[in-house]
């Protein structure tokens, strides 16, 4: 009776850490979509971006993790700038750009670094994204250019988790991303 039991502990002994390591997606998994960082100076999607830029990139096939080569820029999803790089967008240092998650929508999302962020330099509009705290997401025309071109932007999607276009019925909402489209209009580049 005792090896009967052993015959069955044994193989559950074997199978459950694989079961317990097995990880399908979810929050505790390691990204592998593919990525580039440049080694020189270039222009992506009208910006110009800086050596040592991590461009990502959808997924490809047979393609995961760090890429000796860069990919085709209708792939790219995100930018993300060095710790060093003196990237603004709006008059903003940046330190990343992701393209909205929901493929059905045009845009992007901006994340400041308000810490950079000069206080002579400082214009409504960069002010009123402060009080937000987070990224801005941006619609835009034309998803080839990300840049601050304000002919290309169409409005402004959302000010971090605080206001969302999505909550149409919302007043306040509304009114603060009406008022924050409305500043960014009147940036000077």
Request: with cysteine; glycine share 6%; net charge neutral.
């Amino acid at each position: 009776m005792k090896n009967y039991k052993l015959l069955y502990f044994i193989p559950i002994c074997l199978i459950l850490p694989a079961c317990i390591d097995l990880r399908i997606g979810g929050e505790n998994s390691i990204p592998q979509d593919p990525y580039y960082i440049t080694t020189t100076p270039m222009i992506i999607k009208n910006i110009q971006i800086p050596v040592g830029t991590k461009l990502t990139y959808g997924n490809q096939k047979f393609k995961t993790l760090q890429q000796n080569k860069i990919m085709p820029e209708s792939k790219l999803t995100d930018i993300e700038f060095p710790e060093n790089a003196n990237i603004t967008w709006g008059g903003v240092p940046i330190t990343q750009i992701h393209q909205f998650f929901n493929t059905e929508m045009r845009g992007y999302t901006v994340y400041p670094d308000f810490q950079k962020m000069d206080v002579k330099n400082q214009s409504n509009f960069s002010k009123r994204w402060q009080s937000c705290g987070d990224g801005i997401g941006i619609t835009i025309r034309n998803t080839q250019d990300w840049s601050f071109n304000k002919n290309n932007i169409i409005d402004v999607e959302s000010c971090s988790v605080l206001y969302q276009r999505y909550f149409k019925d919302n007043a306040e909402q509304q009114q603060f991303l009406d008022q924050l489209y409305h500043e960014l209009k009147q940036v000077q580049p």
